[in-house]
């Protein structure tokens, strides 16, 4: 669930394409979105764009701060037509996409750690006994990996060239003194709704961290390359209204390069979800992705760019940490389900990587919610829950890969 703590947080405000929407607010003429304080400033034009890293130019810029000039770094992302479009997935094609056969294949760059396979002899963290009990203890009594299917998850839909653009208010921006208020010209498809957490729970109010309910939404539009988050997604009076929301370009690393995701991690959210198609051909060809309740406070590991972690305990893993199913273990031996199958040889092959802090919902793997398609895709896969067990894949055979440093000054880099 996206932290409730966030608090004076400042964006670049041509943070995104201008294929995808933009985000809007306060001063959103300056860099960052920051109006100048303290007097005017003579300061130096900004420098060219330049570089393409991680699907983003980088420039420096002179912000007028206090009546001097602060040296500031802005990002925006690539020309679309510097990208290479996702291998099967053309321009054009939006709105013929099915998304009950969609396979998420290439929307990541092939260097992406969220699509590169675990490497033969990847270092195991040394504590990794005592990281895998405390994920058996978070599990609580049923003892089993949950997939978020029907609640706390997303649904995802494609935009096509006839979705209607529209603003979309971002109730937190001004509340977390972001200086952005709305996010403009986002293609909402006729009939997208978020998932519907807490049914019968009070609805988010204001910058809703007040609410339990996530209320995700996230739309691809495969034609301008753009993905949106959204979190607390809801209308309100006839119009759309988000706790948070941003975007980035498709065929990059599927990580928000200085946070300010959907998620705690700062990795998007259609990043690691279980599509229905991928169980139905029996292969997953990427990392997954887990929310679990001890996340580290001090900050995340790479590849993750921001964290709500808060936990102290010895056993508590960063957001970012990488963990995988023992690629020793036969699978053949566990009485597996195909879907189960699928899922733990991805489990095996790529791993999963904690994302975000999981509440009450103990270890959970996160799944494309059914309600962005018509009928239920996962018939027969699984059961009718909201968060069907994976009791058959053991908690204890997982491992904990070499954790990296944390990075404490994950803050600063989102201007936090």
């Known amino acids: 669930m996206r932290s409730l703590v966030l608090v004076a947080l400042s964006l670049c405000a041509s943070l995104l394409l201008a ?3 933009v985000l809007e607010g306060v001063g959103d003429a300056h860099p960052r979105g920051q109006v100048p304080l303290g007097g005017a400033c003579d300061c130096p034009s900004p420098e060219a764009w330049s570089g393409c890293s991680d699907g983003f130019l980088s420039r420096n810029v002179s912000v007028c ?5 602060a040296l500031r770094e802005e ?5 679309y037509d510097e990208l290479t479009y996702p291998e099967g997935v053309p321009p054009g094609m939006a709105g013929a996409v099915d998304p009950a056969s969609f396979l998420p294949d290439g929307l990541l760059a092939a260097d992406s750690p969220l699509v590169t396979p675990v490497a033969v002899g990847a270092s195991v963290d040394s504590r990794t006994a005592a990281y895998v009990q405390g994920i058996i203890d978070a599990a609580g009594d049923d003892g089993s990996i949950l997939l978020l299917l029907r609640q706390y998850t997303s649904p995802v839909y494609f935009a096509s060239p006839d979705s209607p653009r529209q603003r979309v208010m971002l109730s937190c921006g001004p509340a977390w003194q972001l200086g952005v208020q709305a996010l403009e010209g986002v293609p909402l498809p006729e009939g997208a709704a978020p998932s519907e957490d807490d049914p019968g729970g009070p609805d988010p109010v204001g910058c809703g961290e007040a609410s339990v309910k996530d209320n995700h939404m996230v739309i691809l539009d495969l034609d301008a390359g753009c993905e949106y988050d959204f979190w607390q997604m809801r209308k309100v009076d006839g119009s759309w209204v988000a706790s948070w929301g941003n975007a980035l370009p498709l ?4 990580i928000y390069p200085t946070g300010l995701s959907t998620r705690g991690s700062g990795i998007a959210f259609s990043s690691g979800l279980i599509w229905p ?3 139905a051909r029996g292969r997953i060809a990427h990392a997954l992705v ?3 309740p001890f996340t580290r406070s001090s900050g995340p590991v790479p590849p993750a760019t921001e964290s709500d972690g808060e936990s102290k305990a010895d056993f508590a893993l960063p957001e970012g940490a990488h963990v995988q199913l ?5 699978l053949d031996t566990l009485n597996l389900t195909p879907a189960e199958r ?5 489990l095996q092959e790529y791993g999963m990587y904690l994302v975000d802090n999981a509440g009450e919902y103990g270890v959970s793997l996160y799944a494309v919610d059914p309600k962005s398609f018509e009928g239920d895709p996962y018939d027969g896969m699984f059961p009718a829950e909201d968060y069907p067990a994976l009791s058959r894949i053991p908690l204890a055979s997982f491992r904990v890969l070499a954790l990296p440093e944390q990075d404490a000054s994950w803050r600063r880099n989102v201007r936090l």
Request: hydrophobic share 30%; with cysteine.
């Open 251 to 254: 065929g990059g690393s599927g």
């Open 277 to 279: 198609a991928e169980l």
């Open 75 to 79: 990002f925006r992302p690539c020309p």
């Open 290 to 292: 887990f929310s679990y």
């Open 326 to 330: 023992d690629p020793a273990l036969d």
């Open 342 to 346: 699928t899922i733990a040889r991805a």
């Open 65 to 69: 701060e206090n009546g001097s000039c």
């Open 19 to 21: 294929s995808c929407a």
